[in-house]
């Protein structure tokens, strides 16, 4: 087994263990069994549990970001139909049968408070979506405080269809952009 190969095993593993049981519930041994490697080989690539935890997230905001980016392409070029694409991007992520709600979110509540890493790390991925909703705010040329609203909604809807276990939430929350979206239009057309 190649070193990349191993890498990968060992990540697939650990998104998956910890997205279901928890980043703290997760030990080396039930990591290294679920990627079938030796414990000295995960080490060796991952000299801690938390460059472990780090890789994951890289990984999960890179297929946040793929995925959010490609819904929102999907939806052509009209301005509102590309803001309100990322609620049914969320729509379609809660219909899931693995959703357990954002990673990112998972993680802070589990680690953020004792691991600044993880914590910086977080914060990174959730700037990161204010900005690209920022970005088809302006595109859409509406008032820039549209984009922390869309944003909000978007973060809130996430947290409650994890607890809920309802993927409605998505759809409420696309509704309550629609508004958004309306009245921010109707503001600037002022």
Request: proline share 2%; net charge negative.
């Amino acid at each position: 087994m190649t070193q990349d190969t191993a890498r990968e095993q060992i990540l697939a593993a650990a998104e998956e263990l910890y997205y279901r049981k928890g980043y703290a519930a997760v030990g080396m041994d039930e990591l290294r069994a679920a990627a079938g490697v030796s414990l000295r080989r995960l080490y060796a690539l991952f000299p801690a549990k938390t460059d472990i935890v780090k890789a994951v997230l890289e990984r999960k905001h890179a297929e946040w970001e793929e995925g959010l980016s490609t819904a929102v392409a999907d939806a052509g070029t009209d301005v509102r139909a590309r803001l309100l694409a990322v609620y049914a991007y969320l729509e379609n992520w809660f219909c899931t049968d693995d959703f357990r709600g954002c990673a990112f979110i998972n993680a802070f509540g589990e680690l953020g408070g004792t691991n600044p890493e993880v914590a910086e790390i977080v914060r990174a991925h959730k700037a990161s979506f204010q900005e690209y909703m920022a970005g088809l705010v302006t595109g859409a040329g509406a008032p820039a405080s549209l984009a922390a609203q869309l944003s909000i909604l978007a973060e809130g809807a996430q947290s409650t269809a994890a607890i809920s276990g309802d993927p409605a939430v998505a759809k409420q929350a696309r509704d309550a952009a629609d508004v958004l979206i309306d009245a921010a239009v109707a503001a600037s057309a002022l």
